[in-house]
């Protein structure tokens, strides 16, 4: 049974920088895509950020500011979020899939979530 669990979260003043971490066990196999969505409140989860091996994507609103790293060997991904702004406000979701394809259409499985919160 796969299992994530992220950390990381929590308050900071907008323009400030933020680290999520996720670990996840009882994957079978090597390579798997892993990534971050969030979901803001009254809003659906979208993507954030993806990465497999050396491949990575960002959604738009992120770009430059966020970026995304992976330990294949540890099973581990982070998110560094920097220059965070009142819309990055958050719960923040770690998922994990076989490909990509299957992470953005957001068919992985998921953490519990951690709440990221910036102040104006």
């Known amino acids: 049974q796969v299992r994530l669990v992220e950390s990381g979260g929590g308050l900071v003043q907008a323009g400030g920088s933020l680290r999520l971490s996720c670990v996840a066990s009882?994957?079978?196999?090597?390579?798997?895509?892993m990534g971050w969505f969030r979901q803001a409140p009254g809003k659906d989860r979208v993507f954030v950020a993806g990465?497999?091996?050396?491949?990575?994507k960002y959604t738009d609103a992120v770009k430059g500011r966020f970026t995304i790293s992976q330990d294949g060997a540890r099973n581990t991904v982070d998110l560094q979020m920097n220059s965070l702004k009142s819309e990055d406000t958050a719960v923040y979701y770690c998922?994990?899939?076989?490909?990509?394809?299957?992470?953005?259409?957001?068919?992985?499985?998921w953490g519990q979530g951690t709440q990221v919160t910036v102040s104006s």
């Open positions: 990465i497999k091996s050396i491949a990575t």
């Open positions: 009882g994957l079978a196999g090597n390579t798997y895509a």
């Open positions: 998922t994990v899939a076989t490909s990509m394809g299957t992470l953005l259409r957001g068919m992985g499985s």
